[in-house]
């Protein structure tokens, strides 16, 4: 039951708020943000909206872009980065008409037309998933791209390259990070204030560490919550370690490859469904405890594996993570335990109620909404289509699929070596996306247009390598 109007005003009056932040997401995933004193928010305020120009968020034209944002009352949050005390909203967006309309393009809508669509199906009537937030924390970070002048570079006193400089000896090295301990871990006090954070804003936290990468790598993982939710925790997340990091003099990045030859950062998805509180996915006898419902969940997900990539990692950067060699997915199958393969069922979620598997490929550089709202629908199509990877020479893989010689790694389907790819699978296998008018087709004509510009533009530059590769020839 959402906040009364009467509820918030309580709410603003007893912290002082002076302020409120409406924060609105374009189409990359981007918060972008509206301020009103908090005096101004009134019973108009929910049944108008507040207006602005969707034309600048970067979604597919629609007949007016006049559009109005309506706050939703639940998310209702201190902003602990404002100096003025201010107050937090995110909210639903609306085309003006006759009758306004909710935006079918908009994230949030996404997500709840494919929550909807899986309360409809009659398979489930929840999703529940847990993201895993790995990123990197450096002390500081520059880049250019001028067209004499391509260059970036980060750094952190935990690096190893660091331990040649006057130093207190404690560096870490490139891929010697993973639960690293004081004192070679500086930022564990700044990841708990993080955690703190979070749960302030009615995010839980399963725990944080460091991770693999030597040079700042770090994790934060969420318990898990339904999938709406679950997208706007991931909204919150970034925000959160974005700006404490600045507030304590560094930057954070969620780029899934900021290093070369350093470890990648993913946000691997765990999930399982729900039906009248009870698991779907969990069966005793199944393989790895898993129903034939959770088979045909992952047959979906390894079937349309390719074209997820297309929302789930949606960055050329992406594609610089998704190598092997570094804990990270490059052929689709699915395993227990192990971390090669694109879908691992982990082997210490033992219980009926957390019977799940985790979806390895995504990061963070997507649109979480979109995201997620995508691997739901691909899962359903999976389970209406009873598509069982067992007999699609997807797994179970139980072995080390790097080990396996290059003749055998092509007898295994690979995931998009490049944006490029993802897109072309996109374009080719959008129609379980489309189901339900979940993904309006319009919004995912627009979405590979913006990608592909973005590949064309990033790969015409001349790079560094290019330069060591070629330059005397």
């Given at each position: ?323 092997p060699g570094f ?103 959008q129609q379980y ?41």
């Open positions: 039951m959402s906040r009364s109007i009467k509820e918030v005003k309580t709410f603003l009056f007893a912290h002082q708020i002076q302020m409120i932040d409406f924060k609105m997401i374009d189409l990359d995933g981007r918060w972008h943000h509206l301020t009103i004193p908090a005096g101004n928010f009134n019973e108009d305020t929910m049944k108008f909206g507040i207006g602005f120009d969707g034309s600048n968020y970067g979604y597919a034209p629609v007949e007016c872009s006049d559009m109005v944002f309506i706050p939703d009352t639940d998310s209702l949050v201190l902003d602990a980065f404002a100096e003025v005390p201010t107050a937090v909203m995110m909210g639903d967006v609306q085309v003006i008409g006759k009758k306004n309309m909710p935006f079918n393009q908009y994230p949030r809508n996404v997500i709840q037309s494919a929550a909807d669509y899986l309360r409809s199906s009659g398979v489930a009537d929840e999703m529940i998933i847990g993201p895993e937030f790995e990123f990197y924390l450096f002390d500081s970070v520059s880049y250019q791209t001028d067209p004499n002048h391509i260059s970036y570079t980060v750094d952190t006193r935990q690096a190893s390259w660091n331990a040649v400089a006057p130093s207190n000896g404690y560096q870490l090295s490139s891929k010697a990070g993973y639960h690293a301990d004081l004192p070679r871990d500086i930022t564990s006090d700044l990841r708990s204030r993080m955690c703190l954070q979070l749960n302030d804003w009615s995010v839980p936290v399963k725990y944080h560490h460091h991770e693999v990468g030597g040079s700042g790598q770090l994790e934060i993982e969420v318990e898990l919550g339904e999938v709406c939710r679950m997208a706007d925790a991931t909204m919150i997340v970034k925000y959160i370690v974005k700006n404490l990091a600045a507030m304590y003099g560094k930057t954070a990045t969620f780029m899934p490859k900021p290093i070369f030859g350093a470890a990648g950062s993913g946000m691997h998805v765990h999930m399982l469904l729900r039906k009248d509180g009870k698991p779907v996915f969990y069966d005793a006898k199944g393989y790895s405890e898993l129903s034939a419902t959770a088979h045909f969940f992952i047959g979906g997900l390894l079937k349309h594996a390719a074209s997820l990539c297309g929302f789930c990692n949606p960055s050329t950067n992406s594609y610089k993570r998704l190598i804990e990270a997915p490059v052929t689709v199958g699915y395993a227990t335990a192990n971390r090669s393969a694109v879908i691992r069922i982990p082997a210490y979620a033992k219980s009926p109620a957390s019977r799940r598997f985790e979806l390895r490929n995504p990061d963070a550089t997507c649109n979480p909404y979109y995201a997620y709202a995508a691997i739901l629908m691909a899962g359903l199509d999976g389970v209406e289509n009873r598509i069982d990877p067992r007999k699609n020479n997807w797994g179970p893989f139980d072995f080390n699929l790097y080990d396996l010689s290059t003749e055998e790694q092509r007898k295994i389907q690979q995931l998009p070596r490049s944006l490029e790819e993802a897109l072309d699978a996109l374009e080719a296998d996306l489309t189901k339900g008018g979940v993904f309006p087709k319009e919004l995912i004509h627009i979405w590979i247009a913006k990608k592909r510009q973005e590949a064309r533009q990033i790969n015409n530059y001349p790079s560094a390598p290019e330069f060591a590769k070629y330059y005397d020839l």
